[in-house]
């Protein structure tokens, strides 16, 4: 099955959320409670995205995969 270049993007932004989840968690279990806040930003960031169109981790893909279509652009 051919991959689109939307979906290598929507599955790179997955990847990054979920890393930043990741780390997130572990650092707080092993180095202080107060690394939840990254997780509480990037939840925040993901709920206000749809209503703003505009999302950090896009922003930067879109800028790296200039020839694909742009996605919350926040246009």
């Not at 780390?23 to 409670?33: D, E, G, K, M, W």
């Amino acid at each position: 099955m051919k991959t689109t270049h939307s979906q290598t993007k929507i599955r790179l932004h997955d990847a990054i959320v979920g890393v930043l989840y990741l780390t997130s968690v572990i650092l707080a279990f092993t180095v202080s409670i107060q690394w939840l806040y990254m997780a509480g930003a990037v939840a925040a960031l993901q709920i206000i995205s749809p209503v703003t169109k505009f999302c950090p981790v896009y922003f930067i893909l879109n800028k790296l995969m200039p020839g694909t279509e742009p996605i919350q652009d926040g246009s």
